[in-house]
């Protein structure tokens, strides 16, 4: 089945800091993949996406690049803000289900 | 554009009442609607999710249930809470098909079972 793994939290930085968040996944077929966010009591807002190999998702300075070698879709920052923090999902779709597959969520505190 | 919105906001229930929730989508038709549970410091938990009126999957069995009896509503309740029913309960919907297609999540409901 499919799966995500996401990178333990929690992550604390320093304002202007790099970040990287990882992200790998185990899908039967050949998945989207998706970054969301979630800011302290609300839903989730897609962050960026990715549809096929070596495609790179770009949002508010965030990235990510859709690694099908390596099965991997890391999520990075040049500089981080203290207004990022925020709890951080990686998730797929794949063809034919219609459900997204969730990693457990990186909760990320910048402070200033 | 398309909007999600839920209601209320904010509960708080005692052990052993009923509840209802609910969910509606404006500005698009036919969508996939899911319910997700995300406990005190959790990860998401998929509860049920309707590809049509009338047709739900559950996803995790459990004293909750959840109904669409309209394209774009989505209610999930229970007939008596349970403490462990606490948490924030968010609702999203997605176009139907196509392996592509993000999904947009709702503000939440926040129940607290005392």
């Known amino acids: 089945g499919n799966s995500v793994t996401q990178m333990e939290g929690p992550v604390t930085l320093s304002e202007e800091a790099f970040l990287t968040i990882n992200c790998t996944y185990t899908?039967?077929?050949?998945?989207?993949l998706f970054w969301y966010v979630q800011y302290p009591g609300e839903g989730l807002q897609l962050l960026l996406k990715?549809?096929?190999?070596?495609d790179k998702g770009s949002n508010k300075g965030f990235e990510a690049t859709y690694r099908k070698e390596t099965t991997s879709f890391h999520l990075e920052k040049g500089s981080v803000q203290v207004s990022d923090s925020a709890v951080y999902f990686c998730?797929?779709?794949?063809?034919?289900?219609?459900?997204?597959?969730f990693g457990t969520g990186t909760r990320l505190t910048i402070i200033p | 554009s398309q909007t999600i919105h839920q209601w209320p906001a904010t509960l708080v229930q005692p052990v052993g009442s009923p509840l209802s929730l609910e969910c509606t989508v404006e500005g698009t038709s036919n969508p996939n609607l899911y319910w997700y549970r995300q406990a005190a410091g959790r990860g998401l938990q998929l509860l049920f999710y309707s590809v049509g009126i009338g047709q739900i999957s559950s996803e995790v069995p459990q004293n909750l249930s959840a109904s669409r009896p309209q394209d774009r509503q989505f209610i999930l309740s229970s007939k008596k809470l349970l403490l462990s029913d606490s948490g924030f309960y968010l609702c999203?919907?997605?176009?139907?098909?196509?392996?592509?297609?993000?999904?947009?999540f709702g503000p939440g409901t926040r129940l607290t079972v005392l």
């Open positions: 990715a549809t096929k190999a070596d």
């Open positions: 998730a797929l779709s794949d063809f034919g289900n219609e459900k997204l597959t």
């Open positions: 999203a919907w997605r176009t139907g098909g196509g392996v592509y297609n993000e999904q947009f």
């Open positions: 899908a039967t077929g050949y998945p989207s």
